[in-house]
């Protein structure tokens, strides 16, 4: 069965502090990795997909990278408005369904 | 703004009644997903529906039923419903049914049972 685990649950960064979150995979037939940021009580934003290990997709501030394990979401120099739950996703063989982690709970204070 | 509308926004009913959610899919887009998410749960898939028809079904309860209608909306029905089924309830929606596609994700439907 496929499984994503993503690390650390809580990040609490200052603003300007760069770090990274963790997204760890097991699937048998990757098809993509998918990147999502999620506001209390609102819908997943789309925010990148990987589809092969080496790929990586920049916006802004963020930066997705992808290995044959697992995926890195770096985030250089956050501001408060970075702060959500940030959540990834795989998609494996011809399976429908995006099976996700539990997400990393981002804070960015001044 | 991912362009996928759900509503109502917000529901609240009382146990063994029956409620309908609808998700109206982007412009273009064929395929529908349902999730469902509680606070113990993350984000879980509930079923897909391709142009119409039926493509995969994930943890859903037998008291849970959806469509997609001609027009492409989709509607999710719950019935009997109990405590547990208090959940956000998210439709996705993507251009074909390939694995590969980008699911967008919209607002949300918040079902509280009492």
Same mark, same amino acid.
């Given at each position: 069965?496929?499984?994503?685990?993503?690390?650390?649950?809580?990040?609490?960064?200052?603003?300007?502090?760069?770090?990274?979150?963790?997204?760890?995979?097991?699937?048998?037939?990757?098809?993509?990795?998918?990147?999502?940021?999620?506001?209390?009580?609102?819908?997943?934003?789309?925010?990148?997909?990987?589809? +092969?290990?080496?790929?990586?997709?920049?916006?802004? &501030? *963020?930066?997705? !990278? /992808?290995?044959?394990?697992?995926?890195?979401?770096?985030?250089?120099?956050?501001?408060?408005?970075?702060?959500?739950?940030?959540?990834?996703?795989?998609?494996?063989?011809?399976? +429908?369904?995006?099976?996700?982690?539990?997400?990393? &709970? *981002?804070?960015? !204070? /001044? | 703004?991912?362009?996928?509308?759900?509503?109502?926004?917000?529901?609240?009913?009382?146990?063994?009644?029956?409620?309908?959610?609808?998700?109206?899919?982007?412009?273009?887009?064929?395929?529908?997903?349902?999730?469902?998410?509680?606070?113990?749960?993350?984000?879980?898939?509930?079923?897909?529906?391709?142009?119409?028809?039926?493509?995969?079904?994930?943890?859903?309860?037998?008291?849970?039923?959806?469509?997609?209608?001609?027009?492409?909306?989709?509607?999710?029905?719950?019935?009997?419903?109990?405590?547990?089924?208090?959940?956000?309830?998210?439709?996705?929606?993507?251009?074909?049914?390939?694995?590969?596609?980008?699911?967008?994700?919209?607002?949300?439907?918040?079902?509280?049972?009492?």
């Amino acid at each position: 069965e496929d499984q994503v685990t993503q690390s650390p649950e809580a990040l609490r960064l200052q603003e300007g502090e760069s770090s990274s979150l963790n997204c760890s995979y097991t699937v048998s037939g990757l098809r993509g990795l998918f990147w999502y940021r999620q506001d209390p009580g609102k819908g997943p934003e789309f925010l990148f997909t990987l589809y +092969s290990a080496g790929e990586e997709k920049e916006k802004e &501030r *963020l930066k997705a !990278t /992808l290995t044959k394990k697992e995926s890195f979401l770096h985030i250089t120099a956050p501001k408060p408005e970075d702060s959500a739950t940030y959540l990834c996703a795989v998609r494996a063989g011809t399976a +429908s369904k995006l099976t996700f982690g539990t997400g990393t &709970r *981002l804070q960015v !204070t /001044l | 703004d991912s362009g996928v509308t759900q509503t109502p926004k917000h529901l609240i009913t009382a146990t063994g009644q029956r409620v309908t959610l609808r998700c109206s899919p982007r412009s273009g887009d064929l395929s529908v997903y349902w999730y469902q998410q509680s606070l113990d749960q993350g984000l879980q898939f509930l079923i897909h529906y391709y142009n119409g028809e039926e493509r995969a079904k994930g943890n859903i309860l037998e008291r849970f039923s959806a469509q997609q209608f001609p027009d492409l909306h989709s509607e999710l029905n719950l019935s009997s419903l109990e405590l547990g089924d208090s959940a956000l309830y998210f439709c996705a929606s993507s251009a074909g049914p390939s694995s590969t596609d980008t699911q967008y994700f919209g607002p949300g439907t918040r079902l509280t049972v009492l």
